[in-house]
């Protein structure tokens, strides 16, 4: 027995209120970040991460105000992405109780701002997170590209390389997701998470494309990620947390239970 | 009301530290703090750390804090080393080209290696060691109260460490081979993993801290 296998609830937080309706029969307030994330934590999620989608900048120190609130009370790791640009950003967030950072585009427009933030604050909480999409034709060897806007804006840069390059630069763990999977519910693009994974050092986040148990497995066994991250499936209370770790469990996977 | 000091020496996230310290003992008194005489006179004593060894045993030197740690040690209060504040307490650290500790403990923290295999599956072992591993207590001790033998604890580490008199050792973990993952000798115990985001066992651990007397 050693590591687990680790099953990250994400939520999206719109100017420090959770969005995407997660759905607790009893909880009393969706809406609030913090009991959202308690209830998780309950359940056995081995780290939650947050997803900041707040348009304006201006109302980014909500986001703080939400870590803060959360890593009071809640005692497992917290990850924090989106809207984190500069060196400041990530010093906010850790200081106010994040473990780690999530960089997704600056990091496309400025790969030195990793090797920046790893230098500065260590590997360990540095999280690049990579949007990929499928660009080879059927028959053709499989490829992939970054895609930046959500997906709708190629880079022409192959993920593979991307993420190699990304860990010399001192990433830490790569969170990878499909935007061909993400909101399908058809599973993971597990082509592409073994591609990466097999490809780089560092623990790999399969993301994008979750609708059942089944799949989160599949990205531990077939797609050999070292964790794996959903939102819908345990937002609408489809499916527990502890649901999932069993039937991890059931496949052959170590989990923390 | 006794008081517990967690030593800020400006090396990552003390909040978390500070907040499950709070959370695991509501009578406890909690200071974030690089004042020499505020930690001297702490009932006990907290030496986190999180990034690069050679930066944290930088700043703890720049800050004086060297002195103020082997002062705590020999005072015999309880004093809890987490994670790099655990590495910092060992002889050397072959992280950032080699870097002298604070030498309190012999032994070596060395780096587990880009080729690190499961030896039973043969599968390779990612870098860091990230994640929720079992803690093996190697034997009884009041840290360990209310502990299940070989539960999880959250790790995120590079380099481990390695002591010379493996008696000092208090559990282990698995990756890759079997390494020490919690020290203790006299008034001192240190921990590889991160007891702030280890959940109800990471509180409980701090709990324990919080009534420990110091002796084993």
Redo the contacts between chains.
């Keep these: ?6 099953i990250i609830p994400c939520l999206d937080v719109d100017n420090g209120r959770v969005v995407k309706g997660v759905q607790f029969v009893d909880i009393r307030d969706a809406g609030d970040p913090v009991e959202v994330a308690r209830r998780y ?1 309950e359940q056995g999620a ?1 780290e939650i991460t947050f997803l900041d989608i707040t348009a304006s900048s201006d109302d980014r120190e909500t986001m703080v105000h939400v870590v ?1 609130e959360v ?3 809640v ?3 917290l990850t924090v992405g989106g809207g984190i640009r500069k060196v400041e950003d990530i010093r906010r967030m ?6 780690k950072v999530a960089i997704n585009t600056a990091a496309v427009f400025n790969p030195e701002f990793v090797r920046e933030a790893s ?1 500065k ?5 540095i999280v690049v997170a990579i949007d990929a999409k499928k660009v080879s034709d059927e028959g053709e060897p499989l490829r992939w590209e970054i895609f930046t806007h959500g997906g709708r804006k190629p880079t022409g840069i192959d993920a593979i390389e991307w993420a190699q390059k990304m860990v010399d630069y001192g990433a ?2 790569i969170l990878l997701t499909s935007m061909d999977r993400d909101g399908t519910k058809i599973g993971f693009d597990l082509d592409l998470t073994r591609a990466i994974s097999d490809a780089v ?4 986040i399969a993301s994008g494309g979750v609708g059942n148990l089944d799949h989160l497995s599949e990205g531990v066994t077939k797609g050999h990620a ?2 794996v991250l959903a939102a819908s499936i345990f937002h609408f209370g489809e499916y527990s947390i502890a649901e999932a770790k069993q039937n991890m469990a059931d496949h052959g996977i170590e989990v ?1 239970v | 009301m006794s008081n517990v000091a967690v030593i800020d020496y400006g090396m990552g996230n003390l909040h978390s530290v500070a907040k499950a310290l709070e959370h695991a003992s509501p009578d406890t008194n909690v200071l974030v703090t690089a004042d020499h005489e505020q930690i001297l006179n702490a009932d006990r004593v907290v030496l986190p750390g999180v990034g690069a060894i050679r930066d944290c045993v930088g700043e703890i030197q720049r800050l004086g804090l060297d002195h103020i740690v082997k002062n705590v040690v020999d005072s015999g209060k309880p004093l809890l080393g987490v994670c790099v504040g655990m590495q910092v307490l060992m002889t050397f650290s072959a992280e950032n080209e080699g870097t002298q500790c604070l030498d309190i403990f012999s032994g070596q923290v060395d780096y587990f290696g880009d080729n690190l295999t499961d030896p039973a599956s043969g599968d390779r072992l990612k870098i860091p060691h990230m994640g929720w591993n079992q803690v093996t207590q190697s034997r009884e001790h009041p840290m360990w109260d209310n502990i299940d033998q070989d539960a999880r604890f959250y790790f995120v580490h590079s380099y481990y460490v390695k002591p010379e008199d493996e008696a000092i050792t208090a559990a282990t973990s698995n990756y890759g081979f079997r390494f020490t993952t919690a020290i203790d000798q006299d008034n001192v115990f240190a921990v590889q993993f991160h007891p702030e985001k280890s959940q109800h066992d990471g509180l409980q651990l701090y709990k324990n801290f919080l009534n420990w007397n110091g002796k084993s």
């Design positions: 027995m050693g590591l687990a296998k680790r934590d081995d803060e890593a009071g009370q005692f497992i790791p850790l200081n106010a109780g994040a473990d230098e604050f260590g590997a360990q909480c830490g763990e050092t560092v623990p790999v070292d964790a923390r």
